[in-house]
């Protein structure tokens, strides 16, 4: 039988770990705010009435494609672009194709500083190996201007959050219905989460402080694992209409 991703890639590793997704979920909803075609999620409305779980569908169906088979993972990025051809029509407009590359960017970037931040520096194999994995979505969704490997890739990435990126009324709207949705608690660790992944670009945009209040307890969180208290700490910082979901992300096939 085979595999979309290989079953002893780092990418599985790293889809396989519910920690790991969610900060590259915290990365790209901090990012997410910021694209400049951001409105055509505001478009159908589900993003503003519903962000963590719009933001959640978008990593649910990319960890689905790593650990399917090649033909259900083809299905599953087929599925996806005729959800957005649909709400092409409905507008009557074409999303654009950057707006396309933006995502996909956004979750290659996110898998590497996510696992960088919890477990370990990637070494070039991986990076690349990384790389190929959502280029091959890419391709699939017929994207245009795709960077053939990881080194060509990450100029086009720079100039990406040089030009792609502002803070708009979509922006402020968006990081409000977080705080709405998450409570000022949770949303305050979001954000803390948020500037241990996201790019300075990001952080400059976004207006966010220097200090990082969240870094000194990553080190504590990494050893709550040997302790096997992970779990508590998650379910304590998560809404439980989300901690079901989550805890099946850690099921790796």
Same mark, same amino acid.
């Given at each position: 039988m085979e595999?979309?991703?290989?079953?002893?890639?780092? @990418?599985?590793?790293?889809?396989?770990?519910?920690?790991?997704i969610l900060?590259?979920?915290?990365?790209?909803?901090?990012?997410?705010?910021?694209?400049?075609?951001?409105?055509?999620?505001?478009?159908?409305?589900?993003?503003?009435?519903?962000?963590?779980?719009?933001?959640?569908?978008?990593?649910?169906?990319?960890?689905?494609?790593?650990?399917?088979?090649?033909?259900?993972?083809?299905?599953?990025?087929?599925?996806?672009?005729?959800?957005?051809?649909?709400?092409?029509?409905?507008?009557?407009?074409?999303?654009?194709?950057?707006?396309?590359?933006?995502?996909?960017?956004?979750?290659?970037?996110?898998?590497?500083?996510?696992?960088?931040?919890?477990?370990?520096?990637?070494?070039?194999?991986?990076?690349?190996?990384?790389?190929? @994995?959502?280029?091959?979505?890419?391709?699939?969704?017929?994207?245009?201007?795709?960077?053939?490997?990881?080194?060509?890739?990450?100029?086009?990435?720079?100039?990406?959050?040089?030009?792609?990126?502002?803070?708009?009324?979509?922006?402020?709207?968006?990081?409000?219905?977080?705080?709405?949705?998450?409570?000022?608690?949770?949303?305050? @660790?979001?954000?803390?989460?948020?500037?241990?992944?996201?790019?300075?670009?990001?952080?400059?945009?976004?207006?966010?402080?220097?200090?990082?209040?969240?870094?000194?307890a990553v080190?504590?969180?990494?050893?709550?694992?040997?302790?096997?208290?992970?779990?508590?700490?998650?379910?304590?910082?998560?809404?439980?209409?989300?901690?079901?979901?989550?805890?099946?992300?850690?099921?790796?096939?």
């Amino acid at each position: 039988m085979e595999y979309f991703v290989a079953r002893d890639s780092v @990418v599985r590793r790293i889809w396989g770990r519910s920690d790991i997704i969610l900060f590259i979920f915290a990365g790209a909803s901090a990012e997410f705010a910021l694209n400049k075609a951001v409105d055509w999620l505001y478009f159908t409305g589900k993003l503003p009435s519903d962000p963590l779980g719009r933001l959640f569908s978008t990593v649910s169906y990319a960890r689905e494609i790593v650990f399917s088979t090649r033909e259900d993972a083809l299905s599953a990025i087929d599925k996806i672009k005729n959800i957005h051809q649909v709400v092409e029509q409905d507008r009557g407009g074409k999303i654009p194709d950057w707006a396309y590359r933006d995502v996909l960017f956004m979750l290659i970037y996110y898998s590497k500083a996510a696992f960088e931040l919890l477990e370990r520096k990637m070494n070039p194999s991986e990076k690349e190996e990384l790389y190929q @994995v959502f280029y091959q979505v890419g391709k699939r969704m017929e994207l245009k201007e795709l960077p053939v490997n990881y080194l060509d890739w990450l100029p086009v990435r720079q100039s990406h959050l040089e030009h792609d990126l502002e803070n708009s009324h979509y922006s402020i709207d968006l990081f409000k219905q977080y705080r709405k949705h998450l409570g000022t608690f949770r949303y305050r @660790v979001l954000i803390e989460a948020q500037k241990l992944v996201v790019p300075k670009r990001v952080i400059s945009l976004l207006g966010f402080s220097s200090l990082l209040w969240l870094q000194p307890a990553v080190p504590f969180y990494k050893f709550s694992k040997q302790l096997r208290l992970d779990g508590l700490i998650k379910n304590l910082l998560l809404p439980s209409d989300y901690q079901a979901q989550i805890q099946a992300l850690d099921v790796v096939s």
